[in-house]
C-alpha cells in the first residue's frame, strides 16, 4: 500500500502565494501519476493538477492553469503544489492522491486545510 501526507496547507490572504506538499511511502514503485484535488465546503472534491512520472508532463484544471504549478521528484516520491494569485474561491482542503499502476486503486492523503482571506 502507499501512504500519503500533504503539508503545507495554512492561511493566506488574497492574491498572496502558498505552497503544498506531498510524500509518498511504502509501495511506491508502481506509482504512475500524482494529483492534486481540492473539495470546498458543500461542494464536490474537483481535480486541480497533475504529474505523469513517466514523462513528467502536468496537467490542469482551467481554473488552475497559469496560477497553479505543479511538480515533483519521482524518485523521491514528493510532488508540490505551487499556487499563486490565489483568490477566496481557493479556499478549500487539499488532497494529494497516487495512482497506482495496473491496480486501478487511487491512493489519498488526508488533506490539508487552505484558507484564502479578502
Known amino acids: 500500500q502507499l501512504q500519503i501526507v500533504e503539508s503545507g496547507g495554512g492561511l493566506v490572504h488574497v492574491g498572496g502565494s502558498l505552497r503544498l506538499s506531498c510524500a509518498a511511502s511504502g509501495r511506491t514503485s508502481g506509482t504512475t501519476v500524482m494529483s492534486w484535488f481540492r473539495q470546498a465546503p458543500g461542494k464536490e472534491r474537483e481535480f486541480v493538477g497533475r504529474i505523469t512520472w513517466s514523462d513528467s508532463l502536468t496537467y490542469y484544471a482551467d481554473f488552475a492553469k497559469g496560477r497553479f504549478t505543479v511538480s515533483g521528484d519521482k524518485y523521491k516520491n514528493t510532488v508540490s503544489l505551487q499556487m499563486r494569485s490565489l483568490k477566496p474561491e481557493d479556499t478549500a482542503v487539499y488532497y494529494c492522491?497516487?495512482?497506482?499502476?495496473?491496480?486501478?486503486?487511487?491512493?489519498w492523503g488526508q488533506g490539508t486545510q487552505v484558507t484564502v482571506s479578502s
Open positions: 492522491a497516487a495512482d497506482e499502476q495496473g491496480t486501478g486503486v487511487r491512493y
